[in-house]
């Protein structure tokens, strides 16, 4: 098991740039696939990035280019970098945990963070 807490959400402008982070307890995330997933008012929740056991990384066609997910197994940590933000990137960001395999399907995830509100004025 493992408890997740995300963090950095804020408003920020069209073009803009945020890093969300990701603190865990319990369990080390070396163990898991680590996800974010973001969902936006009145859409499903969907999958933005992972990060695998294996180091790989999976993202969402929507960001490729513009997120880059990392993850600091010391500081028991995942991140999203977001570059050239936009307001279709608005929502309410999420971290996950799974064991393996991997998936960017958020049904597939019963380890869930709180949530951080990412906002993109245009």
């Known amino acids: 098991q493992v408890q997740l807490v995300e963090s950095g959400g804020e408003s920020v402008q069209s073009g803009g740039s945020l890093r969300l982070s990701c603190g865990a307890s319990?369990?080390?995330?070396?163990?898991?696939?680590m996800g974010w997933f973001r969902q936006a008012p009145g859409k499903e929740r969907e999958g933005v990035a992972n990060?695998?056991?294996?180091?790989?990384?999976t993202y969402a066609d929507s960001v490729k280019g513009r997120f880059t997910i990392s993850q600091d197994n010391a500081k028991s940590t995942v991140y999203l970098q977001m570059n050239s933000l936009k307001p279709e990137d608005t929502a309410m960001y999420y971290c996950?945990?799974?064991?393996?395999?991997?998936?960017?399907?958020?049904?597939?995830?019963?380890?869930w963070g709180q949530g951080t509100q990412v906002t993109v004025s245009s």
């Open positions: 319990g369990d080390p995330i070396s163990y898991y696939c």
């Open positions: 996950a945990a799974k064991s393996l395999p991997c998936s960017l399907d958020s049904s597939a995830y019963n380890n």
């Open positions: 990060f695998d056991t294996d180091n790989t990384t």
